[in-house]
């Protein structure tokens, strides 16, 4: 008897996954600022594509970033020039995001299918909805997560070719996947999907594997065949970085290895263990994730301990946690279950009292701590977020009523985690923005330079700061030396410094966040000597 023959009846209905990861996707999703760092950086990449920057490889404010792949930006440009009319162009491009999770859902609960029954199909998807180390990734600017939905086309595929259960319509899947996960996310998209090369690999099927390469080939070709003829030195750069990351960069596992593991993999990791100790007589249907999941792990120990980093072994986990989840002892879905009702009861409690320090000033003391972080900012909440926030908490308090169920623990988690990210998407946002955006710094810049004048020199000016420049101000730098008479300087430092030799400070600014002894301060500069030059004063 399979799986899904022992499982209590009904199944989670398709219906209910389907909205709750829809209400995930969307929320918060086109309601901030871009934030610092890798939501300013590629949304600034894919606002230069919209505004005819070269779209056969990323830039940043018109200078090359050979540090990404470029799909995901593409569908970003697009979406920001269709939705312009109704959103924000970050708001809108944010969406691609939204659009590529929906795909790595939907390629996850057919790998699970495939892997293992029906209701691991509903599962896989739940489980990975509430992973503590998906949640900002699935919210920001992030072509990481176009990664994970190539990858997990691609482990569908794998799973079909392990089954034989439709073994063309497999191969035709994996290929497709395993080319956007490269088009995505480079190598780091290839190791998402490296353990459903498996199952083609111990495949004696010729016909297979020419679908599989003559699907993948064009996608992995198209990118260099696009830049190469005019550019080669910046795909050659791009993959210089690529290798590097792969190869150079590798290091001993660290203690915060463990900690970032334990954390971000939360709560996958205990139920793959789960499912590796139920299954360990009938290891079949589990070595293709176990399998991948130990070659991501290792990928991931050897590099940087960093939630992203973390990101190639969600896939994997998330199907052998499927594979084990809904036969958890009862005393054990018990414990799940109720730690997700109080950890998420909790959080939500503690986002409406935010919140009514926010709009009401009560209770006080919570007031004066916000007052204190974000000085200035003042709370108005509309009756339509208001209604939403109200109607998603009534709608988790609803589902405290489910009937005893394999799923319940699951949806409870994933439902919990769904409800304090829409509460704090619709309730705190406007206050983070208030001290997080880059929009009034990069205004007050623009302010403090005159209109007419002609090159702006940068020190210490990241990625992230260069694309905001241009994104909210039309600011592009340029690095020092690159022009023979630059007369005005940006630099942005941590430490309080006298002006350099032969320049004098103009303008001194920074986000209402950064204020500490370590912060970013922005401090605009002009030459001594030619402040009287046309352009220059």
């Not at 600034?44 to 940043?60: K, T, V």
């Not at 080939?217 to 550019?231: G, K």
């Not at 990791?269 to 249907?285: E, I, N, T």
């Not at 946690?321 to 950890?343: C, E, P, V």
């Amino acid at each position: 008897m399979n799986l899904g023959a022992r499982l209590a009846r009904p199944l989670l209905p398709w219906g209910w996954l389907a909205l709750l990861a829809a209400l995930y996707l969307l929320a918060g999703t086109a309601a901030h600022d871009p934030w610092k760092a890798e939501d300013a950086i590629h949304l600034g990449i894919a606002y230069g594509f919209a505004q005819g920057d070269d779209w056969r490889f990323p830039h940043i404010a018109n200078e090359p970033w050979p540090h990404t792949a470029p799909l995901y930006h593409w569908l970003a440009a697009l979406l920001g020039l269709l939705l312009g009319d109704f959103l924000d162009f970050h708001n809108a491009a944010r969406l691609a995001t939204a659009v590529f999770g929906a795909i790595f859902l939907t390629g996850l609960a057919g790998a699970a299918r495939a892997f293992f029954d029906a209701a691991a199909a509903r599962l896989a998807p739940l489980l990975a909805l509430g992973t503590l180390g998906l949640m900002l990734p699935l919210h920001e600017a992030q072509p990481a997560v176009a990664g994970l939905a190539g990858a997990a086309l691609a482990w569908w595929g794998g799973a079909l070719l392990w089954q034989n259960e439709r073994p063309r319509r497999g191969a035709l899947l994996f290929g497709l996947g395993i080319g956007l996960a490269f088009l995505a996310h480079g190598l780091a998209g290839l190791v998402m999907a490296s353990g459903a090369l498996l199952p083609l690999a111990l495949r004696r099927d010729g016909l297979a594997w020419l679908l599989a390469t003559l699907t993948a080939l064009p996608l992995f070709l198209c990118w260099p065949l696009l830049v190469e003829p005019t550019a080669p030195g910046l795909w050659a750069s791009w993959w210089a970085n690529e290798l590097a990351e792969a190869t150079t960069a590798r290091r001993w596992p660290a203690p915060r290895h463990l900690k970032e593991l334990l954390v971000n993999a939360w709560p996958l990791w205990p139920l793959a263990l789960w499912s590796l100790w139920l299954k360990r007589r009938d290891w079949r249907p589990l070595f293709a994730p176990a399998a991948g999941s130990v070659l991501a792990l290792l990928w991931y120990l050897s590099g940087s301990p960093r939630p992203l980093s973390l990101l190639p072994l969600i896939l994997p986990l998330a199907l052998l946690a499927a594979a084990g989840a809904a036969q958890l002892k009862r005393g054990a879905a018990n414990a799940f279950d109720w730690f997700a009702l109080i950890t998420f009861g909790c959080a939500a409690a503690l986002v409406w009292l935010g919140a009514s320090a926010l709009a009401l000033g009560w209770p006080a003391k919570v007031a004066h701590n916000f007052e204190k972080l974000a000085p200035g900012h003042l709370t108005q909440y509309s009756p339509l977020a208001l209604g939403f926030a109200l109607l998603v908490t009534l709608a988790w308090l609803a589902t405290l009523r489910l009937p005893r169920s394999p799923w319940r623990a699951p949806f409870h988690w994933a439902a919990g985690l769904a409800l304090m990210w829409s509460l704090a998407a619709t309730l705190w946002f406007a206050w983070i923005d208030h001290h997080k955006s880059y929009r009034p710094v990069v205004a007050a810049l623009k302010a403090a330079l005159p209109p007419d004048f002609v090159c702006l020199e940068r020190i210490n000016v990241g990625p992230a700061q260069r694309a905001m420049l241009d994104y909210f101000a039309g600011l592009r730098t340029v690095p020092p030396g690159s022009r023979e008479r630059c007369h005005w300087r940006l630099v942005i430092d941590t430490a309080q410094r006298a002006s350099p030799a032969g320049w004098e400070e103009v303008w001194r600014g920074n986000r209402l966040t950064d204020r500490g002894e370590k912060d970013e301060r922005w401090i605009l500069y002009r030459a001594r000597d030619e402040g009287n030059s046309p352009g220059n004063t």
